[in-house]
């Protein structure tokens, strides 16, 4: 059997925002699903994987955002030690 590929995308809601990946299938890897519904399974881990490998967030400043709630945490710890 030849490959099958499939595109997919992260759709982060933004217009034009999603970018499509492409993971290659191998339907020799399937044959022994015994039903649609194990394809389905296995195929959705297989994207799974794939999009945890491709995709990863980030964020601005993400470590002066950690030591703000950090401080506001002890403060309200405090406050709430001295009522």
């Known amino acids: 059997m030849s490959n099958i590929t499939i ?3 992260a759709d982060d809601g933004y217009v034009c925002g ?5 993971i290659v299938c191998d339907p ?3 044959v ?3 039903s649609e519904e194990s394809v389905n399974e296995m195929l959705s881990q297989c994207l799974q994987e794939e999009f945890e490998q491709k995709v990863s967030w980030c964020a601005d400043n993400f470590d002066d955002h950690v030591k703000a709630i ?4 002890q403060k309200a710890r405090a406050e709430s030690k001295g009522e």
């Not at 999603?18 to 492409?22: A, E, G, I, Q």
């Not at 950090?70 to 945490?73: D, F, I, P, Q, S």
């Open 7 to 9: 595109t997919w995308y």
């Open 18 to 22: 999603d970018r499509p990946k492409r």
């Open 28 to 30: 020799d890897d399937f």
């Open 32 to 34: 022994d699903c015994d």
């Open 70 to 73: 950090w401080a506001r945490v």
